[in-house]
């Protein structure tokens, strides 16, 4: 069974930085592509795709308006998928999720256009405050 584990969340000020992590348990995941998405206050029905990267070949992918200050990257001996953020606003505060798809080669669900990935983590929340 796969298990998704984000860490890492908590409370920034406005330009700081933080590390999210993702521990990956339950199969290999060598075919897999990780993803991070983010869902923030008030927006429940919004999960806003952030960063990906295939696991096999390190392939990544950021959303436009963020691939200037964060960074996904991840660590194969300790299966951890991490998130490097950066000059954080205000707008970035949201719960941070996760996530795991089996075809790698689905692009349109990895990046969040359609569908959904596989599995998903609870989520770790990110705190901006100005």
Known sequence: QVQLVESGGGLVQVGGSLKLSCA????????????????????????EFVAAIVWS?????YADSLKDRFAISRDDAKNIVELQMNSLK???T?????AAHSNYKDFEVIIGRRGTMDYWGKGTLVTVSS
Do not use: H, I, L
């Open 24 to 47: 990956a348990s339950g199969r290999t995941f060598s075919n897999y592509a990780m993803a991070w998405f983010r869902q923030a206050p008030g927006k429940e029905r919004e999960r």
């Open 57 to 61: 070949n390190g392939d990544t992918y």
């Open 90 to 92: 205000p707008e970035d």
């Open 94 to 98: 949201a719960v941070y999720y996760c």
